[in-house]
């Protein structure tokens, strides 16, 4: 079955950047829409960035110039590259994967940024 698992987040300052990743398994990444969202206590579930099929891509306004999805067809993994980061970006976040009208989610990386 379709597992998602995150990887590497953790602490930075502002202004330092990281590079999440989303290893997928039991489909590809190039069959189906991937997506990174984020969470924060009490608010709802984000999307921060998109990538279709074909590998056009969409961002939220808030990371907009900031963060780069892209992936890696041979590996099969799905990044988010995230620079210039900002308090505000703290949560945790998520993996998702579209396959047709199913949604699969991996277990959520938390990132955190310093002052």
């Known amino acids: 079955q379709v597992q998602l698992v995150e990887s590497g987040g953790g602490l930075v300052q502002a202004g330092g950047s990281l590079r999440l990743s989303c290893a997928v398994s039991g489909s590809m990444v190039s069959d189906n829409i991937m997506r990174w969202y984020r969470q924060t206590p009490g608010n709802q579930r984000e999307l921060v960035a998109r990538?279709?099929?074909?590998?056009?891509?969409y961002y939220a306004d808030s990371v907009k110039g900031r963060f780069i999805i892209s992936r890696d067809l041979v590996k099969n993994t799905v990044y988010l590259q995230m620079n210039s980061l900002k308090p505000e970006d703290t949560a945790v976040y998520y993996c998702?994967?579209?396959?047709?009208?199913?949604?699969?989610w991996g277990q959520g990386t938390q990132v955190t940024v310093s002052l």
């Open positions: 998702n994967c579209q396959s047709r009208l199913t949604n699969y």
């Open positions: 990538i279709f099929s074909g590998g056009t891509t």
